[in-house]
């Protein structure tokens, strides 16, 4: 008898898990969105609020800190006017979550309207209450693009 309990045992343990999972997703994936939303109004103060001091961001043209892409962001050297979200997924390792977006980003570079596919990798720790992003890289991809759940 002890065998088919044992099974029934890990099932229930790792559906309560994915079910404890569920809401920390929603908040990522609300937070993402957000934070599309954040840049898209030039909202500096609130993303240095949300961008951890040593964060990365790695664009077409190159990579820099916080700092600099704050600059950008405020200057307008890049305007993230409309980021269309065509899909999303959220993988939860302990404190750390990986949140992808497959997206369409009409965005305004050195004063050109430019439009590109692109599958965004965004890293966050939870400190204390609040997540705090570490990373956000633009990978170029097709249109037909697929983010594998």
């Not at 993402?32 to 001091?53: G, N, P, T």
């Not at 439009?115 to 705090?132: A, G, H, L, P």
């Amino acid at each position: 008898m002890l065998k088919h309990i044992a099974p029934l045992l890990l099932l229930t343990i790792f559906a309560t898990h994915a079910i404890a999972e569920e809401p920390i997703a929603t908040e990522l994936k609300a937070l993402s969105a957000q934070k599309w939303v954040w840049m898209a109004d030039k909202d500096v103060e609130k993303l240095e609020i949300l961008f951890h001091d040593k964060a990365k961001f790695v664009h077409m043209s190159g990579s820099w800190k916080k700092d600099r892409e704050l600059e950008i962001i405020k200057s307008g050297s890049i305007w993230y006017k409309n980021a269309n979200v065509h899909d999303i997924a959220v993988e939860l390792f302990g404190d750390t979550a990986i949140v992808w977006n497959r997206i369409t980003l009409v965005a305004v570079v050195r004063g050109k309207e430019v439009s590109n596919e692109f599958t965004v990798t965004e890293v966050y720790q939870r400190q204390e209450d609040d997540w705090k992003m570490l990373d956000l890289t633009f990978s170029s991809v097709r249109d037909s693009h697929a983010i594998e759940h």
